[in-house]
C-alpha cells in the first residue's frame, strides 16, 4: 500500500530530473557564451567577476566583424531564398511528377547531409580552380546552397506526403488550372513545411564553416570565418559577443518568420 | 444547364494490364439521378474520375451535353464534385470553400457572396461562413461541400461515396435532402455508392458494375425485380438462387436442378444448356403442409429471424437452405423454428439470369 505511491512518486521524480538534465545540457552552451560574452576580464573567468558591454561594443566597433556580419547576412538571405525555390519545386516533382527513379533522386537531393561538408567544399573548390572562376560571391551562395537544399526537400517532402491530393483535385474541379491551384491551394497548406526548410537554411548558411573555409575570397569573409581567424590570435569576450549576436539573428529570423508568413500548420485549425 | 453524359466503349488500364473499367458503355440522360453501384474495387470512382476528368480513358470515348470532353482537362469541365471525404480546403472558411469556384470564374466579389449566402442557405447552414472546415461536424462538413459543388451551378455533379462517412440516421436523412435538392434544381448526378439500399433508394437509374464491367443498367425496380445477371441477383438484395438444366415436359419449361428439385419456368428460356435462375425471399408464400397447389416444397423452418415490419426465415428443404420472408401484418401465419412448412411461388417470380 505505501510502497506503490513511493515509486510512482520516485518514478516521476527521476523523469522530471532525466528532462531538467536534457534541457540544462541544451542550455548549457548558450548560457556559457552569455557569461563570457558579459564579463569584463579579458579571458575566460568563472564565477564571472561582473556584468558589462564592453566586448559588444568591441565587436560593434570593430570594422572587419562588421563587414564579416552584413556579408554573412547577404550570403545567407541569398541562400535562403534560392535553397527555397530550388528545394521547394524539387520536393513537389519529387511527390508529384510520377518520375522515373525519382527515389534515386531524392537520395541525391539528400546526399548532401551525410557527406561531410568539409569534402563538399574542397570539391567546389577544386571545380572553381578548374573552372578558373575566382572566389565570387555567388560561388560562395552556391555552396551554401547545396548544403541547404537537402533540409527544404526533406521538410517540404514530409508535409507533402501526407498532403491530400484530393485537394487540389476539388480545387481544380471549380476551375482553378495548374498554377492556380498550386497558388491557392498546394503552397498555403506546403507552407509550413517550406519555411521550417527556409529557416533552416538561413541558419545553415549563417552558421556555416567548412564551406566557407574554401571559397571565402580573404579579407572579404562571413562572420564564422572572421571569428575563426581572430580566435587564432586572441582569445576575449569579443567572441561570445559576436556568438550572442548571432544567436539573436537566428532567433529573429525564426520569430519574424512565424509572425509573417507562420510555421504552424493548418491541421490543428 | 444540366446535361446528358454519353460514356462509349471507355476502358481504363492504370498499370497496362489489369482494366480497372473494362468496355464500359452508360448513356446518362439529363435530369437523370444515376448511381453507380457495385462492391469495393469494381471501378466506380476510376469512372468518376474519368467523367471528371481526373483519368483519361485508356480507350473509348465520354461526351457531356453532345461535347466530346475525353481530352478536356478537369479545370474546364464546369461539373461539380463531391468527395468522398469531401476534401474541404482546410485553410480557408466556410464562405471562402463555397465561393472558391465562383473566384475562379472570375466574378465579382458582391455577386459571390449573395451566391454564397443563397447555397449556404440551401443547405441550411446560414450563418457558418466564417467558420473552419475543421470546426464543423461531419455532416455539416458534407453539406458545405456540396454547397461548393451546387453553386458554380454545375452542367453535371458527381458524388463519390458521399454519405459514406455519416451515422445511419444521418445518412437516411441526408439520402432525402440530397434527393430533393438534385430535383428542385433539376441536376444530372452521377452517384457512387456500395451501398444497395442506399441506390434503391435514390436513383432514376442505377449501373451495378462487377470487375470494371457494366453488369446491369435499369431503375431500381427492375434492377430488384428482373436482376439481368447472376451477379446482380446475389449483389442485390437476398435471393435464392438455383442452377439446373432446362428440360421441357409436355409444352411447359422445367428447369431441373436436381433429383429432389424441378422449378416451373414461366418464360422460354432463350439458351439451352445449364441456367441459373433467382426467387426472391418475399415471392415465397408460407403455409402449414398440406394440400398445396402449383409449384412449391415442403421444408424444415430451421431459423425465424423477427425483423419487425416482417419475419426472415431459414428453411431447410430439398437437401438445401432457402430464405423467405413474410410480412408482419397479420394475413401470415408466424411460424417458430422446427415447424414444419409448405414453400410456394408463382412460376412468374421466378427471374432467368446470365452468368
Ligand atoms: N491510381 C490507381 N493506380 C493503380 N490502380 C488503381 C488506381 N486507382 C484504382 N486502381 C485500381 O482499379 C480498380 C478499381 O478501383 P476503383 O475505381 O477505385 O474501385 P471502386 O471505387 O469501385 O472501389 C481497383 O482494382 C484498384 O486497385
Ligand atoms: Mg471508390
Not at chain 1, 506526403?161 to 498555403?188: C, I, K, M, S, W
Not at chain 2, 472558391?100 to 470564374?105: A, I, N, Q, T
Not at chain 2, 449566402?117 to 461541400?145: I, N, W
Amino acid at each position: 500500500m505505501t510502497s506503490a505511491p513511493f515509486s510512482l512518486r520516485f518514478g516521476r521524480f527521476c523523469y522530471l530530473a532525466f528532462n531538467v538534465g536534457v534541457v540544462v545540457f541544451l542550455l548549457a552552451p548558450i548560457a556559457i557564451v552569455f557569461v563570457f560574452a558579459l564579463n569584463p576580464t579579458p579571458y575566460i573567468q568563472f564565477p564571472p567577476v561582473g556584468v558589462s558591454m564592453r566586448w559588444f561594443e568591441k565587436f560593434f566597433a570593430s570594422r572587419d566583424f562588421m563587414n564579416a556580419l552584413w556579408f554573412s547576412l547577404e550570403v545567407a538571405v541569398l541562400t535562403t531564398v534560392a535553397a527555397t525555390l530550388f528545394g521547394a519545386s524539387a520536393a513537389l516533382a519529387l511527390a508529384r511528377g510520377r518520375l522515373p527513379g525519382s527515389r534515386a533522386i531524392t537520395a541525391i537531393m539528400l546526399s548532401p547531409l551525410m557527406l561531410p561538408a568539409i569534402l563538399t567544399g574542397l570539391a567546389l573548390f577544386q571545380t572553381y580552380v578548374l573552372l578558373d572562376v575566382g572566389r565570387p560571391t555567388w560561388g560562395l551562395v552556391l555552396g551554401h546552397t547545396i548544403v541547404s537544399i537537402p533540409y527544404v526537400v526533406r521538410t517540404t517532402l514530409a508535409v507533402l506526403h501526407n498532403f491530400d491530393t484530393r485537394l487540389e483535385e476539388a480545387a481544380q474541379n471549380l476551375g482553378a488550372g495548374a498554377l492556380r491551384t498550386y497558388f491557392e491551394v498546394t503552397l498555403p497548406l506546403t507552407k509550413p513545411g517550406v519555411m521550417a526548410g527556409a529557416v533552416f537554411a538561413f541558419i545553415v548558411s549563417f552558421d556555416q564553416f567548412p564551406i566557407s573555409l574554401f571559397l571565402v575570397s580573404p579579407g572579404h569573409e562571413t562572420l564564422p570565418i572572421t571569428l575563426f581567424n581572430y580566435l587564432k590570435f586572441d582569445l576575449d569576450g569579443t567572441i561570445g559577443a559576436a556568438s550572442v549576436v548571432s544567436i539573436v539573428l537566428a532567433v529573429l529570423v525564426v520569430v519574424g518568420l512565424d509572425r509573417t508568413v507562420g510555421l504552424r500548420s493548418y491541421a490543428e485549425l | 444547364m444540366s446535361a446528358a453524359i454519353d460514356i462509349v466503349a471507355v476502358t481504363k488500364t492504370y498499370d497496362g494490364r489489369t482494366r480497372a473499367v473494362d468496355a464500359v458503355d452508360m448513356a446518362i440522360r439529363e435530369g437523370e439521378f444515376f448511381s453507380l453501384l457495385g462492391p469495393s474495387g469494381c471501378g466506380k470512382t476510376t469512372t468518376l474520375r474519368m467523367i471528371a476528368g481526373f483519368e483519361t480513358p485508356t480507350e473509348g470515348t465520354i461526351a457531356v451535353g453532345g461535347a466530346d470532353v475525353t481530352h478536356v482537362p478537369a479545370h474546364k469541365r464546369d461539373m461539380g464534385m463531391v468527395f468522398q471525404n469531401y476534401a474541404l480546403f482546410p485553410h480557408r472558411s466556410v464562405g471562402e470553400n463555397v465561393g472558391f469556384g465562383l473566384r475562379m470564374r472570375g466574378m465579382d466579389r458582391a455577386m459571390i457572396a449573395r451566391k454564397v449566402t443563397d447555397a449556404l442557405a440551401q443547405v441550411e447552414l446560414v450563418g457558418y461562413e466564417d467558420r473552419r472546415p475543421g470546426q464543423l461536424s461531419g455532416g455539416q462538413q458534407q453539406r458545405v461541400a456540396l454547397a461548393r459543388a451546387i453553386v458554380i451551378e454545375p452542367r453535371v455533379l458527381l458524388c463519390d461515396e458521399p454519405l459514406g462517412a455519416l451515422d445511419k440516421k444521418l445518412r437516411q436523412s441526408m439520402q432525402f435532402e440530397l434527393k430533393q435538392l438534385q430535383r428542385k434544381l433539376g441536376l444530372t448526378m452521377v452517384f457512387v455508392t456500395h451501398d444497395q439500399e442506399e441506390a434503391l433508394a435514390m436513383s432514376d437509374r442505377i449501373a451495378v458494375m462487377n470487375a470494371g464491367k457494366v453488369e446491369q443498367i435499369g431503375t431500381p425496380s427492375e434492377i430488384y425485380d428482373r436482376p439481368g445477371t447472376r451477379f446482380v441477383a446475389d449483389f442485390i438484395g437476398d435471393t435464392n438462387l438455383f442452377r439446373g438444366e432446362v428440360i421441357r415436359t409436355g409444352g411447359t419449361c422445367v428447369l431441373r436442378v436436381d433429383s429432389d428439385l424441378s422449378i416451373e419456368l414461366a418464360e422460354e428460356p432463350g439458351t439451352i444448356g445449364p441456367l441459373s435462375v433467382a426467387l426472391r425471399p418475399e415471392k415465397i408464400v408460407l403455409t402449414a403442409p398440406g394440400a398445396h397447389a402449383g409449384q412449391g416444397l415442403d421444408g424444415i423452418v430451421e431459423s425465424a429471424n423477427f425483423q419487425g415490419g416482417s419475419v426472415l426465415y431459414r428453411i431447410e428443404a430439398a437437401g438445401r437452405r432457402l430464405l423467405a420472408q413474410q410480412p408482419n401484418n397479420g394475413s401470415h401465419e408466424l411460424f417458430q423454428a422446427g415447424a414444419a412448412v409448405a414453400l410456394r411461388w408463382t412460376p412468374s417470380d421466378i427471374v432467368i439470369l446470365k452468368d
